[in-house]
């Protein structure tokens, strides 16, 4: 089931809800064939949950969106982005354990 709390970001929508955010931004470049990816998705959901109103939690499906995919060189998954002020501010790569993503997150706050 989808998490209303995690946007589903598209070529159309990426500049709308992420270069032009408010607030910090994290999104995780995925794919449905990505196991890590995958065992990530609950992770994303839980922080996208706990942090509403302080940062927005974005999913890039790459082979949807593979020109967003190459705008920010993702060239493994999952790739987290973190954006703040409409900049990529942080990346991680891989799977990861939570405190790491909402230390990354919350510091750019």
Do not use: H, Y
Not at 5 to 12: F, K, P
Not at 64 to 70: D, I, N
Request: net charge neutral.
């Amino acid at each position: 089931m989808a998490n209303p709390n995690v946007i589903n970001l598209t070529e159309s929508n990426f500049t709308s809800e992420v270069l032009n955010s408010s607030v910090p931004v994290l999104v995780d470049f995925w794919a449905p064939w990505c196991g890590p990816c995958i065992q990530l998705s609950p992770v994303i959901d839980e922080i996208a949950n706990e942090r509403v109103g302080k940062a927005k939690i974005g999913k890039v499906n790459v082979d949807e969106s593979p020109a967003l995919a190459g705008q920010f060189r993702v060239n493994s998954i999952p790739a987290l982005i973190f954006f703040k002020g409409g900049q990529p501010a942080g990346q991680l790569v891989g799977r990861q354990p939570k405190a790491e993503i909402l230390n990354k997150l919350d510091g750019l706050a």
